[in-house]
């Protein structure tokens, strides 16, 4: 699936990134539209393993008991803004990820076509089973979100220097 739409399978991580953000990379153009269709290619791997995920669930009877839940925890610069990979930024490109919960075991369908965060994730899946979330937890549930949806963030347990690598705290 990797290397499908793939010009060249050389290409094969970003293991030129710092060469790509000061513009020493040979070809950059095309190596960037590689690097962008072995990741088509990987997310239809991943389409494919979810079939399959569905279809033993199918064969053991348990659709009415199962829900399933596909998202992602980042997406992936590849140039936009200068930014390459997904260290960096809070663009659409890195911030706006799929998120599609789905199953028998819902009676209908709902398109949320508002900004929801992944955090509201285990809220919704509590309640959904009648368990109370935790305290801690946001109070927000992903098939009625209601109201303005604010950056809901935490400190980063690191800092990045000049130069994009990482510094953890002892």
Known sequence: YKYQYSSDPEIDDWGMKKGFFENRVENKEQKVTDLENQYDGCIQYLDHR?????????????????????????GESFGEHGLYEHESGVYNELSNVPLIIGGERQDSTTTVDQPVSIRWLLPTLLDEVGIEPPSNSVKRNLFSPEGEVVIESEPLPYTLNHEMECTVPP
């Open 50 to 74: 979810i079939n399959q995920l569905y279809d033993s669930v199918a064969e053991m009877g348990e659709l009415k008991n199962t829900l399933f839940i596909v998202t992602g925890d980042h």
